[in-house]
């Protein structure tokens, strides 16, 4: 607005209007091009600190999340489902491994092998074998009371005589003990059905008052 | 660095431009150095608009209403679609965009436009390529790469015409008359630099068996995403940065803010694209690489948010009376909508939700359409007053202009964000048959249709005026044609006052 109404102010013109020398009449042009005002220039207000303090968080963050989220950089990890699950506020079911008992069971067996051997043939006088013994072929209620609460005193199996003790495994959970004893009536020539943690289960919970371990009287 | 006679100390010790404002006679004489280029290339951007609405109102009337136009396999929603689609952002949005470019590189360099022969000219080959690569698309030669739909062959011809324009923006810099660039010219230089590269970049790995599969993905999205970032966006910023101070006259709030911004533009919107492809077969890392890059979006946008609302408080009454802040403000208000959304969107848990639904189409059409299309009529409505020296023809056809594509755009954006929220969250649950999902969203896309009308409508009342301006038909008024012109007729406004 400044550019007709009022004298302008020579120290304002640059060297290159200067130059230019003569105006054309003002008249003649339109005045779309007088009501314009200045133009654009920036003022110099400094950025706040808050702004400054909010990148870098974010920043930080971005670091975080490049970390957590890149599997290693890999080029052979692919986005998907799996990729990134517990990132996801809306995945609801986990993906669930399938396991194979007698695997497992044999897994859990490295906790009886010290005594009864990894070939289940036991120590003669001293540990009862576990291939072809009956108990082991036996009703499952027996085997699940066995492993969950110990046995103790005399018994007798496959025609020997045993006097020992046996500690219980009740810290293992229904399924591990399941699955050893799938593996140990389907190993060394035994041939018995499988045994289901539901089993074990029903054994703990109805049996929960017991302290003692089995003795042979139990067994019969 | 040099302290220059266009500079001096303030007391904070920051360099600050001296303000060296040229002579009206002089920025006459620069204005008419644009008048011929910036007018054939705003021209056939209008035509293109017109063209473009055509065919996104035939593709979504196809939405609810399949059989329409269905017995001609040219007019199949397959072709129309991506037909739209090319016309408006290589049509419309970019030629409009190189128009308000070109002009604001000669006024902010104040210096006349540069190599006026090679930019007239480029305008009417890129008219001609538009043209032959829609037709092409038509009748069935579409790459069916998205966004780059033109036939191999006509990437070689567009980049060239892209490096015609780099040359001529490099040409006016370097004769610029001034030391200081103003903020809009670094995101206008960005964007002359960056698109070619872009677009070269990516037809190469693309059209070429340079790389294969899964890489031509990814360079697709990349690409597809940077046409909006890093060739849309900064042209837009740039008129922003321009006409809001311009219009209200004051300076933008602060220098320091322009240069965060548009660095942390420049840094971060590059790696965004892949997050196009959460869930698809790529690498984890490229993925949330994109997804990084996404959500530090928030600060150039923050940055440019503050900076544009600091420039305007005071001055809000300003958009009652002028239409180009009105449509600028508009626009720039849709800028830190869609960016934030779109940082939001990136997020893998709300993704998967959003993603393959109307929601996308909605975001995607706030971006170019609520941010650049209408700051880039915001800046025609500046501009051409000045190339054309008489003024708008009339304050009504304005008025339908804005409020046909205000409303519009609103209706389209309510009503699909809408329908993509619901969508999604349909088609995640397996239960949901997919046909009764597709039924359920049949309300909101007539909804889209009726929106759609609305902002066409805006652009015929827009040609109208171009048109007319065009053949200096309009209206010889020494004040500018205003939203309200009848308050100005008796109120005792100096012409310095009222600004256009």
Known sequence: MKNHDQPRDLRS???????????????????????????????????????????????????????????????DRYEGPNAYASSSLLATDKPTTKIDPILMGKRVYNNCAACHQANGQGVANQFPPLAGSDIVNGDEEVLAKIVLYGLTGPIEVSGQPYNGTMPPWSHLDDRSLAAVLTYVRSSWGNESSSVSPEVIKSVRDSNSFRKNAMTRSDLE | MNETASTKTTELGVVEPEVVDVLPSERWLIDQSCRQVVLLWYGSAVFWLLLGSLLALVSSIKLHTPGF????????????????????????????????????????????????????????????????????????????????????????????????????????????????????????????????????????????????????MAT???????????????IGLASAYYFIPKVIGRPIHSYHFSILGFWTLAIFYNWAGTHHLIGGPLPVWVVTVGVVGSLMMFIPVTTVAI??????????????????????????????????????????????????????????????????????????????????????????????????????????????????????????????????????????????????????????????????????????????????????????????????
């Open chain 2, 307 to 500: 900076n544009h609302h600091m420039t305007m408080v005071g001055n809000f009454h300003v958009l009652k009376s002028s239409p180009t802040l009105r449509f600028i403000v508009f626009g720039a208000m849709s800028y830190t909508a869609v960016s934030f959304q779109g940082s939001l969107q990136s997020i893998r848990a709300i993704n998967e939700v959003t993603h393959f639904t109307h929601y996308t189409i909605a975001h995607a059409h706030l971006g170019v359409y609520s941010f650049f299309t209408m700051v880039s009529f915001g800046s025609m409505y500046y501009v051409m007053p000045r190339l054309v020296e008489c003024e708008w023809p009339s304050a009504k056809l304005i008025k339908v202009h804005f409020w046909g594509t205000a409303m519009g755009m609103t209706m389209y954006w309510v009503g699909l964000t809408w329908a993509g929220i619901e969508q999604g969250f349909a088609m995640n649950n397996p239960d949901i048959p997919f046909l009764e999902i597709v039924s359920r969203t049949i309300p909101y896309l007539w909804s889209r249709s009726v929106a759609g009308t609305l902002m066409t409508v805006g652009h015929i009342a827009f040609a109208i005026s171009v048109w007319k301006m065009l053949r200096h038909r309009g209206a010889s008024a020494s004040v500018p044609t205003l939203f309200n012109t009848t308050r100005f007729r008796w109120l005792p406004f100096s012409r310095a006052e009222v600004q256009s």
């Open chain 2, 69 to 216: 136009l269905a017995d001609s396999a040219w007019l199949t929603f397959g072709r129309v679609r991506p037909a739209h689609l090319s016309t408006m952002i290589y049509g419309w949005a970019s030629m409009s965009g190189i128009g308000t470019m070109l002009w604001l590189f000669a006024r902010l360099c104040k210096t006349q436009l540069a190599w006026r022969e090679g930019l007239y000219l480029m305008a009417l080959y890129w008219n001609f390529l538009v043209a032959l690569g829609t037709f092409e698309i038509l009748r069935g030669n579409s790459t069916g790469v998205e966004w780059m739909e033109f036939p191999a062959w006509a990437a070689a011809p567009i980049a060239m015409a892209f490096l015609v324009i780099f040359v001529a923006a490099w040409k006016m810099l370097a004769a610029r008359k001034t030391k200081h660039l103003y903020i809009s010219l670094w995101y206008l230089f960005g964007s002359t630099m960056w698109f070619p590269f872009l677009y070269l970049g990516a037809t190469i790995l693309i059209q070429t068996p340079a790389s294969t599969g899964i890489a031509k």
């Open chain 1, 13 to 75: 013109i640059d060297a290159y209007e200067q130059e230019h020398g003569t105006e054309p009449d003002v008249e003649e042009m339109h005045a779309v091009v007088y009501r314009e005002k200045t133009e654009p220039r920036e003022g110099s207000q400094p950025i706040p600190i808050w702004l400054i303090l909010a990148s870098f968080s974010l920043l930080m963050w971005g670091g975080w999340y490049l970390g957590r989220f890149s599997a290693d950089f890999a080029v």
């Open chain 2, 220 to 234: 697709n999205w990349w690409f597809a995403h940077n046409v909006l970032g890093l060739w849309l966006t900064p």
